[in-house]
């Protein structure tokens, strides 16, 4: 089976649901624990694991058996000497959907590619999110993240957030310009759109308001940092009772109508009626 077979037998695969927690690579004592705690596992081989303990932490990742349609990898950018050894690594699980941290362009996802890896590119640098769109587009791309932290320092900046006092506080005007792009790059091409983690744990209220906002603008999950933290999303992603209420009623009432109407005083025409099936949807 060569690598493109292999992407597209499950080239139409979602994500397994809202909340996909990140564990370090090198501490497989937590990896059931995290996977059970959410929809999907994020084990961590690039940021959360200190160089001297990269080769540990692939050893205990061969090692492991969880879920592969419930786990993703987060392998070193293209450009470290880590990515091939990521690879080889992974030759050697069940482990088929990989992020890719630091995506700066569409060549950075060859070698996932031809190992037939799916990819959920990471664009978190300032060359990653301008090159969105021709990531969103590369074959291998099951989806789309973007990362707030990185990319600030990419910029030399020194924070991604405007202080609140106390509270984690909303994000500048170039993380929010960063978050729509890489969402819409990703939704141009059909692929998956993942929010960036809340590094606050104690702000539960900031995390589940972007969280809602999140789901509302058409993201397909969020990446979270903490166990605590996945009740949170799940709550900010689904429908409330009275959003699927509407949804079920205009619906009905759509199956009775020819085109444009008038329901309960707004304007109903297709786009409207998408949202609501997408509603019942999640």
Same mark, same amino acid.
């Given at each position: 089976m060569?690598?493109?077979d292999?992407?597209d037998g499950?080239a139409d695969?979602?994500?397994?649901?809202p909340?996909?927690l990140?564990?370090?690579a090198?501490? $497989?004592?937590r990896y059931?624990?995290a996977?059970?705690?959410?929809d999907a596992v994020?084990?961590?081989l690039?940021?959360?694991v200190?160089?001297?303990?990269?080769?540990a932490? &692939?050893?205990k990742?061969?090692?492991s058996?969880l879920?592969?349609r419930?786990?993703?990898?987060r392998? $070193?950018p293209a450009a470290?000497?880590e990515?091939?050894?990521d690879l080889a690594?992974?030759a050697?699980?069940r482990?088929d959907?990989v992020?890719?941290?630091?995506?700066e362009?569409?060549a950075?996802?060859?070698a996932?590619h031809?190992?037939?890896l799916?990819?959920?590119?990471?664009c978190?640098?300032?060359?990653?999110?301008v090159?969105?769109?021709?990531?969103?587009?590369?074959?291998?791309t099951l989806?789309?993240m973007?990362g707030?932290?990185?990319l600030v320092?990419?910029?030399?900046g020194?924070s991604s957030?405007i202080?609140?006092?106390?509270?984690a506080? /909303?994000?500048r005007d170039?993380a929010r310009?960063?978050?729509? &792009?890489?969402?819409l790059a990703?939704k141009?091409?059909? &692929?998956?759109?993942?929010?960036?983690?809340?590094l606050?744990?104690a702000?539960?209220?900031?995390l589940r308001?972007e969280?809602?906002d999140?789901?509302?603008?058409?993201?397909?999950?969020?990446?979270?940092i903490?166990?605590?933290? /996945?009740a949170?999303?799940r709550?900010g992603y689904?429908?409330?009772?009275?959003e699927?209420?509407w949804?079920e009623r205009v619906?009905a009432?759509?199956?009775?109508?020819?085109?444009v109407?008038?329901f309960?005083?707004r304007?109903?025409?297709?786009?409207v009626?998408r949202?609501?099936r997408?509603?019942?949807?999640?």
């Amino acid at each position: 089976m060569s690598a493109e077979d292999a992407f597209d037998g499950a080239a139409d695969r979602r994500l397994p649901g809202p909340a996909l927690l990140f564990c370090p690579a090198d501490r $497989n004592d937590r990896y059931a624990k995290a996977l059970a705690a959410a929809d999907a596992v994020i084990l961590d081989l690039e940021d959360a694991v200190a160089p001297g303990e990269k080769a540990a932490a &692939r050893d205990k990742l061969v090692a492991s058996d969880l879920d592969p349609r419930r786990t993703i990898v987060r392998i $070193n950018p293209a450009a470290s000497p880590e990515h091939a050894l990521d690879l080889a690594a992974l030759a050697a699980t069940r482990y088929d959907t990989v992020m890719l941290a630091k995506a700066e362009r569409a060549a950075d996802l060859d070698a996932a590619h031809a190992a037939g890896l799916r990819v959920l590119a990471l664009c978190e640098t300032a060359k990653g999110v301008v090159h969105a769109e021709e990531i969103a587009a590369h074959p291998a791309t099951l989806g789309l993240m973007w990362g707030a932290e990185d990319l600030v320092a990419s910029l030399g900046g020194r924070s991604s957030r405007i202080d609140e006092g106390g509270s984690a506080g /909303v994000y500048r005007d170039v993380a929010r310009h960063a978050r729509a &792009r890489v969402l819409l790059a990703a939704k141009a091409f059909g &692929r998956a759109a993942i929010d960036a983690v809340h590094l606050d744990i104690a702000d539960r209220e900031g995390l589940r308001a972007e969280a809602v906002d999140a789901a509302a603008s058409g993201f397909d999950a969020t990446a979270c940092i903490h166990p605590s933290q /996945v009740a949170v999303i799940r709550d900010g992603y689904a429908a409330t009772d009275e959003e699927r209420s509407w949804a079920e009623r205009v619906l009905a009432e759509a199956a009775h109508q020819p085109g444009v109407f008038r329901f309960e005083g707004r304007m109903i025409d297709e786009p409207v009626l998408r949202q609501a099936r997408a509603v019942l949807g999640r």
